[in-house]
């Protein structure tokens, strides 16, 4: 069974840090870019970060550009959201997410999602 | 960036009735990289469609989507009960990746 399973939520005070963490299972982990994507409470879907299948390449949103750090271990299947200073605007589920590939053409869409972990920043 | 805007923020219909959610680009989305979501309470999003008009695996046939450049449609031809749901469009033709608002499709 194809899974993503997030971990690491947690409530921390504005201006700290955390690491949420994704483990994946059933798929070819190291043939695939990961994004992380957050939904604040209410609100919709906003598209974090995301990582190159090596690990080579990283981008990020510029909400959140210089203050998280995304990064793989293939020979784990997992990949990590490293946050700082963080702030209140931040405080989301973040949720792991698979991109596609069709006929070897990368393409950032979703097809496979974790459950999210909860990231609350506040005082 | 692209920003996506979704219509109506929330649609209220009856079991077998039609559902229409509309998701307007501010520039048009390349080679009609759009795709939706659905959403139920407390889960993840599904991938329902890509491409703006193929339906990923296993999504049933009531659920169809068309459009290109600025405007797309995701339409449910007659809703069944568990279609009622929070529906989200994204675009990944250009960079950053952007999500619609998202629709409410909820029980009259």
């Known amino acids: 069974e194809v899974q993503l399973v997030e971990s690491g939520g947690g409530l921390v005070q504005p201006g700290g840090a955390l690491r949420v963490s994704c483990v994946a299972s059933g798929f070819t982990f190291n043939g695939h870019t990961m994004s992380w994507v957050r939904q604040a409470p209410g609100k919709g879907l906003e598209w974090v970060s995301a990582i190159s299948r090596s690990g080579e390449y990283t981008y990020y949103a510029d909400s959140v550009k210089g203050r998280f750090t995304i990064s793989r271990d293939n020979s784990k299947n997992t990949v990590d959201l490293q946050m700082d200073s963080l702030r209140a605007d931040d405080t989301a589920v973040y949720y792991c997410?698979?991109?596609?590939?069709?006929?070897?053409?990368?393409?950032?869409?979703?097809?496979?999602w974790g459950r999210g972990t909860l990231v609350t920043v506040s005082s | 960036e692209i920003v996506l805007t979704q219509s109506p923020g929330t649609l209220s219909l009856s079991p077998g009735e039609r559902a229409t959610v509309s998701c307007r680009a501010s520039?048009?989305?390349?080679?009609?990289?759009l795709a939706w979501y659905q959403q139920k309470p407390g889960q993840a999003p599904r991938l329902l469609m890509y491409g703006a008009s193929s339906r990923a695996t296993g999504i049933p046939d009531r659920f169809s989507g068309s459009g290109s450049g600025t405007d797309f449609t995701l339409t449910i031809s007659r809703l069944e009960p568990e279609d009622f749901a929070v529906y989200h469009c994204q675009q990944y033709g250009s960079s950053p990746l952007t999500f619609g608002g998202g629709t409410k499709v909820e029980i009259k």
């Open positions: 997410a698979k991109e596609v590939i069709d006929h070897a053409i990368e393409y950032w869409f979703f097809d496979v």
């Open positions: 520039q048009s989305v390349s080679s009609s990289y």
